[in-house]
């Protein structure tokens, strides 16, 4: 049986890169995206909404995703977006997104 992986934030950089790896190597790849339906025509994987910025997406996605899956086997979490800068001059609600 092919292993199911579970890869967040994988419409773009690293996040699809890998989803594309994968696939292309056989398993079973299920990507998130806050916006699947802009991407699932071009991807040859699954993908499936997940907001972190949303309590509500989060706390359902379990239900959501064990309706295209009947068992996971590998989380990627990779989900987020690039912010530079100093630590201590990061604005908190910044470092709370990412």
């Not at 068992?71 to 908190?92: H, K, M, R």
Request: glycine content about 8%; cysteine-free.
């Amino acid at each position: 049986m092919k292993l199911t992986i579970l890869i967040t934030g994988a419409s773009s950089g690293f996040g699809l890169l890998v989803a594309n790896e994968l696939h292309s190597k056989g398993y079973n790849v299920i990507g998130t995206s806050r916006n699947p339906e802009k991407y699932a025509s071009t991807l040859p994987f699954k993908m499936i909404a997940l907001d972190l910025d949303s309590e509500q997406s989060i706390n359902t996605f379990s239900e959501r995703l064990f309706k295209v899956t009947t068992q996971l086997d590998v989380l990627i979490n990779n989900a987020g977006f690039y912010v530079s800068g100093i630590a201590e001059e990061t604005p908190i609600e910044l470092g709370r997104q990412q």
